[in-house]
């Protein structure tokens, strides 16, 4: 009679059969020649990025954040919103909203704020929160949902604006990638809020 191994071991020879080898860790100096090498790779494209010719660095910008590279892509975005070149900050918005599942602001209110506002407040956690269901890269317009209204959107060089039902906004990017702005809401969420968008 022919002998069949049992399960679990057949298993674990199928496993040892399928597993992949597991590749040698480079040494400390192999490690290092790498990230010295990728290293100065960066540099280059910080060297584009920050051109004295605006072309030259959109032309930069636009090709970083098209890449799969997500240390490089971060690294673009990083380093356009930090320019004073509004145009760079201007691309990296678009980009980053059309990125972007759910946008998140966090809100609070004034100093001479509302009972009536101070409770919407606290309903929400601090937080008024929508997704954005569909971007058009090319006009800046968005779809979105504040899970129970559908609303919509636009970005305008450096500015993002919505409406849903009862709620709409209006904010403008501030020092690096933070959006400043005002929340207003009607009805049971009457009030008008100061918010913040950080852009992850």
């Keep these: 009679m022919r002998k069949t191994l049992p399960l679990s071991t057949a298993t674990l020879v199928l496993f040892v059969a399928l597993a992949t080898p597991v590749p040698a860790l480079e040494s400390a100096d192999d490690l290092k020649a790498s990230i010295d090498a990728r290293a100065m790779e960066i540099i280059k494209f910080r060297v584009l990025l920050e051109s004295n010719d605006q072309a030259t660095r959109l032309a930069a910008l636009d090709a970083l954040l098209a890449s799969d590279d997500l240390a490089l892509r971060q690294f673009a975005y990083e380093t356009a919103f930090a320019s004073k070149d509004q145009s760079m900050r201007a691309i990296a918005l678009k980009r980053k909203v059309g990125e972007m599942k759910t946008l998140v602001i966090d809100v609070e209110t004034g100093k001479n704020s509302t009972e009536g506002e101070k409770k919407v407040l606290a309903s929400w956690g601090g937080i008024y929160a929508f997704e954005i269901q569909s971007f058009d890269e090319k006009t800046g317009t968005f779809e979105s949902t504040d899970y129970e209204h559908?609303?919509?959107?636009?970005?305008?060089?450096?500015?993002l604006s919505f409406a849903h039902r009862f709620c709409k906004g209006n904010f403008s990017l501030s020092d690096g990638a933070v959006l400043t702005g005002i929340l207003g809401c009607e009805n049971r969420w009457e009030g008008r809020f100061t918010g913040k968008i950080t852009l992850h």
């Design 150 to 159: 559908n609303g919509k959107g636009q970005v305008s060089g450096t500015t």
